[in-house]
């Protein structure tokens, strides 16, 4: 990167090149994002339509191709009501604070071997902090609204959210365990050997938890009743409209596809060939790795629009127990397990 | 070491200034004509009866402290969990016990009913 620019890079004076590559480095990453954002609500809309035998959009442009843009030019041009009673600074603070939390995890996901933006060694601790981050957002939305159904949106919203943090949390004790690092790229060498290394075999209930987790961290059928359409109309964001409903919408894909990436990191190999190790691996080589970290992103992706397609919703309290009372303690005793099988050095996963 | 944060600082600007700037396109391009019952609380059409400010069900502030004691377990895994392989028996049977203590906490709570939503 840093060669394949410098030309450009001389133009600037010494101390500046740095922050110039650092800001190419997030732009490259920020700018695709918002685009497979807007494309990911196409795909939803086209793939959930398929799959109840109807077309989806097909309108705008060919296939339907413009619909998100149509769709985004369209809320910026709609008003933003602020409501009479809400606390107006939180009320925009919040759906920013969502935003924010939803892209700046993106700083240390690697996509290929090296290429990260910010190679740090707590990379897993700075997932999860983020991530928490967001929760902040839903609490201060559903309260500045000051609207009985943004605040029990909230409510519920942040109950459940903090509920499936704790299983993401100890889903992600396992990967450490396995992987002795905190580095999301040294996580994803040590899958290194072949498909049945990656920790989605080794550490199968850790993978089931962490994905069912992100599911409902990300408000996605069928955990949504923090937006339950046909019970509080759209829970935490009922007031928002124009652009602030797009901030919420923006993050809330950004972050299906973040936990989408991270799963791909964290159990099935990121970058990794599936074809390492068998007679395919040189047949495939030429395949650069971010292809495949793309391919199991939008495999992950397809699951989530899949969900959606086919569960119907939880109720509020089959989710607090399946997050409380099936989730943790598999993940507990999956720690233990594991931590037994690390001593006793068994099995070929745990060296 | 630290200076593998300097990215993570200038992604925090960047981000914070993409979100700023969406929200401000909004209120550039979109007309803007406030109207008394358009801004008033939306509660399905009926006219709100009183402040949303009221009081909430005392289990959400159940399992946000819940929420604190399994988060800060988590803080004390994370660590164990990374140096696992040279910490060897001691170690293990050390978080072991950890484990178990919070254990019983969890079936207290869980015997308690603390867990419960219905």
């Known amino acids: 990167m840093a060669e394949f620019l410098s030309p450009l890079l001389n133009l600037f004076p010494e101390g500046l090149r740095e922050l110039i590559l650092i800001l190419i480095q997030i732009m490259l990453i920020v700018l695709p994002l918002v685009i497979a954002v807007a494309y990911t609500t196409y795909a939803e809309r086209k793939i959930i339509g398929y799959m109840q035998v109807r077309i989806g959009p097909n309108r705008v442009g060919p296939l339907g191709l413009f619909q998100p843009f149509a769709d985004v030019f369209k809320l910026?041009?709609?008003?933003?009501?602020?409501?009479?009673?809400?606390?107006?600074?939180?009320?925009?603070?919040?759906?920013?604070?969502?935003?924010?939390?939803?892209?700046?995890?993106?700083?240390?996901?690697?996509?290929?071997?090296?290429?990260?933006?910010?190679?740090?060694?707590?990379?897993?601790?700075?997932?999860?902090?983020?991530?928490?981050?967001?929760?902040?957002?839903?609490?201060?939305?559903?309260?500045?609204?000051?609207?009985?159904?943004?605040l029990l949106g909230g409510l519920r919203s942040a109950a459940h959210k903090i509920a499936y943090e704790l299983a993401m949390g100890f889903a992600l004790v396992g990967v450490l365990m396995a992987s002795q690092s905190l580095n999301l790229q040294d996580i994803v060498r040590a899958q290194s050997g072949s498909i049945v290394h990656w920790y989605w075999l080794p550490l199968l209930p850790m993978?089931?938890?962490?994905f069912i987790?992100?599911?409902?961290?990300?408000?996605?059928?069928?955990?949504?009743?923090?937006?339950?359409?046909?019970?509080?109309?759209?829970?935490?964001?009922?007031?928002?409209?124009?652009?602030?409903?797009?901030?919420?919408?923006?993050?809330?894909?950004?972050?299906?596809?973040?936990?989408?990436?991270?799963?791909?990191?964290?159990?099935?190999?990121?970058?990794?060939?599936?074809?390492?190790?068998?007679?395919?691996?040189?047949?495939?080589?030429?395949?650069?790795?971010?292809?495949?970290?793309?391919?199991?992103?939008?495999?992950?992706?397809?699951?989530?629009?899949?969900?959606?397609?086919?569960?119907?919703?939880?109720?509020?309290?089959?989710?607090?127990?399946?997050?409380?009372?099936?989730?943790?303690?598999?993940?507990?005793?999956?720690?233990v397990v594991e931590g037994v099988a690390v001593y006793f050095k068994l099995g070929p996963w745990f060296a | 070491m630290l200076e593998n944060y300097l990215p993570v600082l200038v992604f925090f600007v960047v981000a914070l200034g993409f979100s700023l700037v969406m929200l401000l396109t909004g209120f550039i391009l979109a007309p803007r004509r406030p109207d008394k019952e358009k801004d008033s609380p939306y509660e399905c059409g009926f006219a709100a009866f009183e402040d949303s400010r009221m009081k909430f069900d005392v289990r959400f502030y159940l399992v946000a402290i819940l929420f604190i004691i399994f988060d800060?377990?988590?803080?004390?895994?994370?660590?164990?969990?990374?140096?696992?392989?040279?910490?060897?028996?001691?170690?293990?049977v050390a978080m072991g016990l950890f484990l178990l203590i919070l254990v019983i906490g969890f079936i207290y709570e869980w015997k308690k009913g603390a867990l419960e939503w219905e």
């Open chain 1, 76 to 150: 910026m041009f709609k008003e933003i009501i602020i409501p009479s009673a809400a606390n107006k600074f939180i009320f925009f603070t919040a759906p920013v604070i969502i935003l924010f939390a939803a892209l700046v995890a993106w700083a240390v996901v690697p996509f290929d071997d090296g290429w990260v933006v910010a190679d740090v060694n707590a990379g897993l601790l700075y997932v999860l902090a983020v991530g928490a981050a967001g929760v902040y957002g839903v609490i201060l939305a559903g309260w500045a609204s000051n609207s009985k159904y943004a």
């Open chain 1, 213 to 335: 987790s992100g599911v409902a961290e990300t408000n996605r059928a069928p955990f949504d009743i923090a937006e339950g359409e046909s019970e509080i109309v759209a829970g935490f964001h009922v007031e928002y409209s124009g652009m602030g409903f797009v901030l919420f919408m923006l993050a809330e894909y950004a972050s299906m596809i973040l936990i989408s990436a991270l799963t791909a990191i964290m159990f099935l190999g990121g970058w990794l060939s599936p074809f390492q190790g068998t007679f395919l691996e040189s047949a495939f080589a030429w395949i650069p790795g971010i292809i495949w970290m793309f391919a199991k992103i939008a495999v992950l992706l397809f699951l989530f629009i899949w969900f959606r397609a086919t569960f119907p919703r939880y109720r509020y309290d089959q989710i607090m127990r399946l997050g409380w009372k099936v989730l943790i303690p598999v993940t507990l005793v999956w720690i």
């Open chain 2, 72 to 92: 800060l377990e988590i803080a004390f895994l994370f660590p164990w969990a990374v140096v696992l392989d040279e910490i060897g028996g001691f170690g293990l």
């Open chain 1, 207 to 210: 993978f089931v938890v962490y």
